[in-house]
């Protein structure tokens, strides 16, 4: 029987038909091509109401980014920097966290006591919370909840046709 024709118990017995390596890897690119379409809906947030700077903003959109959990049953999509992802190269070429920061926003800060001149501790600023992944978030939610099934299905699919069920 080909895959495209499955209905409920035909997917059971798929399910046990194929090996867990097989089957968890077509979960994740299931979740992977759901997730690509969630991360498109931040982007568009991101250049919509993100910081508006002047400079080389290029590597923000690359900053948004999903994580597969290992052991299967979902994603995440997160601007929070993980190895070397998430890092925006600032005109000094330092590696800043910049996407964090703006969806979080920072607290004050300031120099800690008198200094050289006896001035006072001077005020360094604070980032203001951008949330622009957190306006997305309803939008991202009914993407994914459209398009998860399809695609999880047809990764499944193209994992039976590898293994050799039509």
């Keep these: 029987m080909d895959p495209t024709q499955y209905t409920g118990t035909e997917w059971r017995e798929l399910a046990k038909q194929l090996s867990k390596r097989q089957l968890r890897t077509a979960m994740k690119r299931g979740y992977t091509a759901a997730s690509k379409k969630a991360i498109k809906i931040a982007q568009s947030s991101l250049t919509s109401s ?47 966290p910049i996407l964090m920061w703006a969806e979080d926003g920072t607290k004050e800060r300031k120099t800690r006591g008198k200094g050289f001149f006896k001035t006072g501790s001077l005020k360094r600023g604070k980032m203001p919370k951008y949330g622009f992944l957190e306006k997305a978030e309803a939008q991202m939610y009914q993407e994914v909840e459209s398009s998860l099934l399809p695609s999880v299905e047809k990764a499944v699919q193209k994992a039976a046709a590898k293994a050799g069920f039509s």
């Design 50 to 96: 993100g910081p508006k700077v002047q400079g080389n903003s290029s590597d923000w959109a690359r900053g948004i980014r999903n994580y597969n959990y290992s052991k299967g049953g979902g994603f995440k999509v997160t601007v929070k920097p993980r190895g070397k992802k998430g890092f925006h190269t600032n005109r000094h070429g330092k590696q800043k």
